[in-house]
């Protein structure tokens, strides 16, 4: 987030304390195309529930994502009509070139 110097009109939201609504997550599904782009199978409570042995779909992405802020896959940047998921190189490189 440092490397971005994103600019003061970015609103930061902290889904750890503010969590996330489902419009919140309907509008990044929106712009991502799948709930799936925006899971993130890091999570440890991804490993600790075997859900990698689970034939996961949409509906159960989404579900996922509103019961644990963990499950998503961050930072996630939303600039205009644009989102940017993760923090690969290539991604920020992307969202910073959109800034």
């Known amino acids: 987030m440092k490397e971005l110097n994103l600019p003061s009109s970015f ?5 750890k304390t503010q969590g ?13 195309g799948s709930y799936e782009a925006l899971f993130s199978k890091r999570a440890q409570l991804y490993k600790q529930r075997n859900l990698k042995d689970e034939d996961l779909i949409e509906d159960d992405f989404r579900d996922l994502i509103l019961e644990h802020y963990t499950f998503l896959k961050r930072p996630v940047i939303i600039n205009n009509d644009q989102i940017f998921i ?4 290539k991604v920020i490189e992307e969202a910073k070139e959109s800034l």
């Not at 609504?21 to 599904?29: G, N, P, R």
Request: no cysteine; net charge negative; hydrophobic share 30%.
């Open 11 to 15: 609103i930061k939201q902290d889904i």
């Open 86 to 89: 993760g923090n690969s190189k």
């Open 20 to 32: 996330l609504s489902e419009q919140d997550v309907e509008e990044m599904q929106n712009l991502a």
